[in-house]
């Protein structure tokens, strides 16, 4: 069984810095996808970046150049390194996962985690 855990979120001051982990318990494969979406009161949930086994990433166009994703397989936690913070980051944010290489084309959508809430404020 599959499970995610985030940890991380919190308040900070615009302009600010997080960093968000997800540990993964369980067998995804060799080949994965892993990555993080966020959902901000009244919007829909949307993709914030991936990164697959190879390193391939992609990122939502809102993050480009202030977010960063990796992923430690000796720890088999993925990391989301959040600069330059601004107030429509503000949102809780899901580690997930699935199988798979996702080559830089998708977000992961298999595996969800519980959550983390990420407040900025102006």
């Known amino acids: 069984q599959v499970q995610l855990m985030e940890s991380g979120g919190g308040s900070v001051q615009s302009g600010g810095s997080l960093t968000l982990s997800c540990t993964i318990s369980?067998?995804?494969?060799?080949?994965?996808?892993v990555g993080w979406f966020r959902q901000a009161p009244g919007k829909e949930r949307e993709g914030v970046a991936s990164?697959?086994?190879?390193?391939?990433?992609k990122y939502a166009d809102s993050v480009k150049g202030r977010f960063s994703i990796s992923h430690n397989n000796a720890k088999n936690t993925q990391y989301l390194q959040m600069n330059n913070l601004n107030p429509e980051d503000t949102a809780i944010y899901y580690c997930?996962?699935?199988?798979?290489?996702?080559?830089?084309?998708?977000?992961?959508?298999?595996?969800w985690g519980q959550g983390t809430q990420v407040t900025v404020s102006s």
């Open positions: 990164i697959d086994a190879n390193g391939k990433t």
């Open positions: 369980g067998y995804i494969g060799s080949r994965y996808c």
């Open positions: 997930t996962a699935e199988g798979g290489n996702c080559g830089g084309y998708f977000f992961p959508e298999r595996y």
